[in-house]
């Protein structure tokens, strides 16, 4: 059964990656805070799994360790990062140009780059989590317990 250390080394590893991937067309700064986030959104995907149901034994996966949950939590990232993704790009390239055309020292050109850049924190670590949670799913699949399809317990 993979430990909290081999899910937060698969987890931060594969959102590194993939948003690094996904990081084209934002600025250098962007892609920092972009791919630093996601490393932070991976870390926590990696762990939520374990946090809601504990490795107390090994018949602790359930609704959380599921297929289900996994396939959820990627799909909802997907679609997030598709038109709304698109959207909060396009807002925070015209948050960049707006701040750039003001002079430096301009009082505004702070929290101008504060809103860019927390989008592209929400951004990256929104991916980052998807996929450290999903890469902690499909660890636990190659288990010898496996992870139920949507939950242990069927009522």
Do not use: N, W
């Not at 430990?3 to 084209?24: E, K, M, N, P, W």
């Not at 972009?34 to 504990?54: H, K, N, R, W």
């Not at 289900?68 to 997030?80: E, I, M, P, Q």
């Not at 707006?98 to 430096?104: D, F, G, H, I, N």
């Amino acid at each position: 059964m993979p430990g909290h250390r081999v899910h937060q080394v698969l987890g931060v590893s594969a959102a590194g990656t993939v948003a690094l991937a996904r990081s084209d067309g934002l600025p250098d700064v962007g892609t920092v805070i972009y791919c630093l986030s996601a490393l932070v959104g991976g870390s926590v995907g990696a762990a939520l799994p374990d946090t809601l149901e504990p490795a107390a034994h090994s018949h602790h996966r359930d609704v959380f360790h599921s297929g289900g949950a996994g396939t959820s939590v990627l799909v909802g990232a997907v679609k997030a990062g598709g038109s709304m993704g698109a959207d909060l790009r396009a807002q925070a390239a015209r948050l960049r140009a707006r701040r750039l055309e003001l002079p430096a020292g301009h009082p505004e050109r702070v929290g101008l780059a504060f809103s860019e850049y927390a989008i592209y924190a929400l951004l990256g670590f929104t991916v980052g989590f998807a996929v450290g949670y999903a890469t902690h799913v499909l660890a636990d699949m190659g288990t010898p317990r496996g992870v139920p399809l949507l939950a242990r317990k069927v009522a």
